[in-house]
């Protein structure tokens, strides 16, 4: 498994921008994707978006698309969310995950390693 480390959360007003990061550490760095997820309060964990990690095409969750873009830096093996025009809705626990798997990486199922989560809070 991969160690996974977020950071970048925080309080931010409506329309307003954050950007997340998460490092990855492994010796033998085998993962495909590395993908987003959050939790609201009273809800379950949801898919943001995932890069590939050799090709960089990247999926988006319909709710973040066109706000939310995804960079990575392979040398560093740190993946980045940009988030822009934050809505309250975007509030949550945000975790890094990372996934062995080349397809169907939009659900938790497929990720084997998680980061411990950083908070996002959007207000209104």
């Known amino acids: 498994q991969v160690q996974l480390v977020e950071s970048g959360g925080g309080l931010v007003q409506a329309g307003g921008s954050l950007r997340l990061s998460c490092s990855a550490s492994e010796r033998k760095f085998s993962t495909y994707w590395m993908g987003w997820f959050r939790q609201a309060p009273g809800k379950e964990r949801e898919f943001v978006a995932t890069?590939?990690?050799?090709?960089?095409?990247?999926h988006y969750a319909d709710s973040v698309e066109g706000r939310f873009t995804l960079s990575r830096d392979s040398t560093k093996k740190t993946v980045f969310l940009q988030m822009d025009s934050l809505k309250p809705d975007d509030t949550g626990v945000y975790y890094c995950?990372?996934?062995?798997?080349?397809?169907?990486?939009?659900?938790?199922?497929?990720?084997?390693?998680w980061g411990q989560g950083t908070q996002v809070t959007v207000s209104s």
């Open positions: 890069v590939n990690w050799s090709g960089g095409r990247a």
């Open positions: 995950a990372a996934s062995p798997y080349p397809t169907g990486v939009t659900t938790a199922d497929r990720y084997n390693s």
